[in-house]
């Protein structure tokens, strides 16, 4: 298949098209660089360096480069941010995501892989989450997401177009061999910020909050390799040839992990001390969010090679180790 990976130089886009590399399809990378970064995209892969809203340019490449799958990665992620600047996310996350849908209509490409997020779910739902819990977010960011994904419920049924839903967990983890990995700017997320404290890069951490309702005090998350996560997308090519089909997934290994476990993992992959200070809890956060995956497992066959948190850490710490600055040292 040819594969247009809108986002294909960020951090899950990247990976994913190492894995379609790897199962002979070819993809071709579409990303504004605006959080991306061009050195995650491989050297023999088709880049264009162009804003996914460019709706015009959009469709020529999607017509020139004869594309049957479009997978959609590029999103403002921040939460925070979101709920300051709601109109940054919906600008970048719905509206130019409808601008995409139009120009796939316009050059007849029917097929879509969507990635979403567990956080449209919000914090009424009690894990393992499955996929026919009511969309709830508590957040602009979750909203966007939630919002794609009713988009992509009337388009399914309008337009006979097909599309996969993904809804991650925690993605994290990097490429076997340390090439590419996790570099977000500014970096918020729990491994990468424990592993620059390992790497000395910061003095400590804060873990925030641990009287939460859980076995240590601290959130329970669900951490689900980058790679699994690729693959799953992979998986559901074949069910897209159907016309007007509307896939939903939650994707994690559905073990979770705590805020602790975490950073004693990295303690002891590392071998370096991660200091840490108690803050207050971070708002926005639910006590736990893991998954039930047992739909993908059903109907994709889908099971994470990456089960335990160390074999996930293990990626996460080469990537680091190897490239202290990201792609700065790339
Ligand atoms: N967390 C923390 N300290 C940090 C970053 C994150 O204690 O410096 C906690 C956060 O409160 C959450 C968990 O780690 O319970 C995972 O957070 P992350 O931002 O990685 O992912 P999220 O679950 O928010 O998508």
Known sequence: MNVLVIGGAGYIGSHCVRQLQAAGHKPVVLDNLVKGHRASVPEDVTFHEVDLGDAATVSKILKKENIDIVMHFAAFIEVGESMQDPLKHYENNV????SLLKAMREAGVNKF????????????????FTENMPLRPISAYGQTKADVEVILHYCTKAYGMSAAIFRYFNASGAAEGGMIGEDHSPESHLIPIAIQVALGQREKMMVFGN???????????????????SRAHIAAFPLLEEEGKLLTYNLGTGTPASVLEIIKTVEDVSGHPVPYDLAPKRAGDVPAAYADSAKAKSELDWTPKYGTIRSIIETAWAWHQSHPKGYEDA
């Open 211 to 229: 009287d939460y309702p859980t076995p240590d005090g601290t959130c329970l998350r669900d951490y689900v390799h980058v790679d699994d996560l």
């Open 113 to 128: 892989v969507f990635s979403s997020s567990c956080t449209v779910l919000g914090e009424e739902a009690k894990p393992p």
């Open 95 to 98: 509206a130019k995501t409808v």
